[in-house]
């Protein structure tokens, strides 16, 4: 299937589940999370999950992070709508945020981080293949950031769904993640 087709597919399939069985599926998703090793971390960029794409609740894993990474510095990307870039914004507990017109929270303002500073980073998806390409919401933000990136950049997503064969449409611009993290196991590519 190509991307249109599996954003189709598995946005339903994500918001069609119960939210009982999506809080087990965070708890699942944070048990594996927790099995890496972060002491090489000080650069995280996540993003604050949209509610109404039924996102993984990544609040659990940057309360983690911050909890077991001392000075660790967090950011959430800041989308310009009207040009095609994105950028890494620090957050404190200060910051303040908005919700933009896509629906995604992101802070009022911020130090800019660079790219090349960024040690991991959250991508949301909505499913990923077996070589490690995802299905996003289909902007290309996050691929265009994550070519910007070090060649060593952690990229984690996280799914509610093990991945698929193939992405029939994959192009020369996707970046693929590192780890796909599901309720199940840990993906890596």
């Excluded at 708890?27 to 000080?42: C, E, I, N, R, T």
């Excluded at 604050?48 to 983690?64: D, I, S």
């Excluded at 130090?111 to 500073?117: A, D, H, K, N, R």
Aim: hydrophobic share 35%.
């Amino acid at each position: 299937m190509n991307k249109q087709e599996l954003r189709q597919v598995y946005r339903s399939k994500r918001t069609g589940i119960d939210d009982r069985e999506r809080l087990r599926m965070d708890d699942l998703l944070l048990l594996q999370f927790q099995q890496f090793d972060y002491a090489s971390v000080q650069f995280v960029l996540s993003y604050w999950p949209m509610a109404r794409q039924a996102e993984p609740n990544t609040h659990l894993f940057t309360a983690y992070l911050r909890h077991m990474v001392p000075g660790l510095q967090m950011s959430y990307p800041l989308i310009q709508p009207n040009l095609p870039e994105m950028t890494a914004i620090a957050v404190t507990e200060e910051t303040v945020y908005h919700t933009n017109s896509w629906g995604i929270t992101e802070p009022r303002e911020g130090t800019i981080l660079s790219p090349e500073v960024i040690d991991l980073v959250f991508v949301p998806m909505l499913v990923c293949d077996k070589k490690g390409y995802r299905v996003g919401y289909g902007k290309g933000y996050y691929d265009r950031y994550l070519a910007q990136c070090r060649e060593d950049i952690v990229k984690i997503g996280f799914s509610y769904f093990d991945p698929i064969e193939e992405i029939s449409d994959t192009g020369h611009f996707d970046v693929p993640l590192t780890y796909c993290i599901t309720p199940r196991q840990t993906y890596e590519f």
